[in-house]
């Protein structure tokens, strides 16, 4: 009796194990990668470090920056740079801001968006914040 029990219960692991087993037929889950979409959006000018010297929100208010600089992107690589009330046509890619003084595009800015605030890097010593307009 001991040895039909045990016959009976390695049928059940063998079938058990088949069954879960599954046929290797399965496809291996895959996930779309999104391309990476350029930013969209008015931003406005909260902080800048220049050469070090950090000049906060409140600063900036008072030398009437806060109001009259802002970039707006316009999600398709083209966008507006606002300053002391000048309104210049401006280009951008993934990484870079195109100098929208410069018409050759020998004059680029990395940029950076993280958090929700926007870093312009005009050089290793100039570095201006702007965040999402409201």
């Given at each position: 009796m001991k040895k039909l029990f045990a016959m009976?219960?390695?049928?059940c692991l063998v079938f058990g194990l088949v069954a879960c087993g599954g046929n290797g037929d399965t496809a291996p889950e895959t996930t779309?990668?999104?391309e990476p979409q350029l930013i969209s959006g008015t931003y406005v000018l909260c902080k800048a470090d220049v050469s070090g010297?950090?000049?906060e929100k409140d600063q900036l208010e008072?030398?009437?920056m806060i109001e009259t600089t802002s970039i707006t992107f316009n999600g398709d690589g083209t966008g507006i740079f606002r300053m002391d009330g000048e309104e210049l046509d401006m280009k951008y890619d993934l990484q870079?801001?195109?100098d929208p003084?410069?018409?050759d595009e020998s004059e680029k800015f990395a940029y950076e968006l993280k958090d929700g605030i926007?870093?312009?890097h005009l050089n290793e010593d100039q570095i201006f914040y702007?965040?999402?307009a409201k």
């Amino acid at each position: 009796m001991k040895k039909l029990f045990a016959m009976i219960l390695a049928l059940c692991l063998v079938f058990g194990l088949v069954a879960c087993g599954g046929n290797g037929d399965t496809a291996p889950e895959t996930t779309e990668a999104t391309e990476p979409q350029l930013i969209s959006g008015t931003y406005v000018l909260c902080k800048a470090d220049v050469s070090g010297d950090i000049l906060e929100k409140d600063q900036l208010e008072e030398f009437g920056m806060i109001e009259t600089t802002s970039i707006t992107f316009n999600g398709d690589g083209t966008g507006i740079f606002r300053m002391d009330g000048e309104e210049l046509d401006m280009k951008y890619d993934l990484q870079y801001i195109i100098d929208p003084y410069f018409e050759d595009e020998s004059e680029k800015f990395a940029y950076e968006l993280k958090d929700g605030i926007l870093s312009v890097h005009l050089n290793e010593d100039q570095i201006f914040y702007y965040e999402l307009a409201k």
